[in-house]
């Protein structure tokens, strides 16, 4: 078997994912086939974190417009990614996966502790690592939490899982059938550009340590084992790497 183009990758999952068709909550076959996904790329010997998001449950800035604190609506999100990685470390071990979930913020009965070096040895075993809680600080997204874990962690790329977008585009494509898609670009053009890609934080700490991200759709179905095979899926964000 042909090695991976990456041997250590953060996976990053928004929770709109988890949802299907649904305009809230989990989706059963949502989940079964992204726990696929995940078995087929951990079967190539890729290493394996992913952080989980939590929208399809709670969104703070949402909260916050209605008057809630930013703090306290932030910590409610953390409690909804704890939700969806349960959901996705159950789903995994039902496919046959082994795998451990490491919290930020402390809940001992459902989740380890987030300890970097024990999440380095979790992958070294060979289990798929699930980052939840976020940072465990509010005012920061699941997208930081990505950027931050894929360089704690070592991993060689951070990988972005999107639902139905395939790759960063200069407008949403959503609102603009026009709109361009790039298939390389720079973390700085992406910043300078105000890309949508990630949050700016999440972009700057990447570009700030060279870290490659993919951006790329994990609905269509091989994106992500052909991305660790080599191939050119979605767009790549990564230093002077121009269009």
Same mark, same amino acid.
């Given at each position: 078997?042909?090695?991976? #183009?990456? =041997? ?7 929770? $709109? ?5 649904? $305009? ?7 989940? &079964? ?32 417009? #209605? ?13 909804? +990614?704890?939700?969806?990685? !349960? ?15 490491? =919290? ?12 970097? &070096? ?8 060979? &289990? ?12 920061? +997204? ?9 360089? $704690? /962690? ?10 139905? /977008?395939?790759?960063v585009y200069d407008s949403d494509p959503m609102n603009n059938p026009s709109a361009k898609k790039y298939e390389k670009i720079s973390h700085h053009e992406a910043?300078?550009? &105000?890309?949508?890609?990630? %949050?700016?934080?999440? !972009?700057? !700490?990447?570009? %700030? ?19 660790? =095979? ?9 230093? %002077?790497?121009?269009?």
């Open positions: 078997m042909t090695s991976p #183009t990456y =041997s250590r990758i953060i996976l990053k999952m928004s929770g $709109e994912s988890f949802k299907g068709s649904g $305009e809230f909550g989990l989706d059963s076959d949502t989940l &079964r086939y992204i726990s696929q996904q995940i078995k087929d790329i951990a079967e190539m010997g890729t290493q394996i974190g992913v952080v989980v998001g939590g929208g399809n449950f709670w969104r703070g800035a949402d909260y916050e417009q #209605t008057g809630m604190d930013r703090s306290t609506a932030d910590y409610a999100g953390m409690l909804s +990614t704890i939700m969806n990685a !349960l959901a996705l470390q159950d789903a995994l071990e039902r496919a046959g996966v082994t795998v451990r979930t490491q =919290s930020a913020i402390s809940i001992p009965s459902v989740a380890e502790p987030y300890i970097r &070096r024990r999440a380095v040895r979790h992958l070294e075993k060979g &289990r798929v690592v699930i980052f939840a809680g976020g940072t465990g600080n509010p005012y920061m +997204t699941t997208d930081t939490a990505a950027a931050l874990r894929a360089l $704690e /962690i070592g991993a060689e790329a951070l990988i972005m899982a999107k639902n139905g /977008i395939d790759g910043l300078s550009k &105000r890309l949508q890609a990630l %949050d700016s934080t999440a !972009l700057s !700490l990447c570009m %700030d340590n060279s870290l490659p991200i993919v951006v790329f759709d994990i609905f269509k179905s091989g994106n992500l084992a052909s991305i660790l =095979s080599g191939n050119h899926v979605g767009t790549l964000i990564s230093v %002077d790497t121009y269009t």
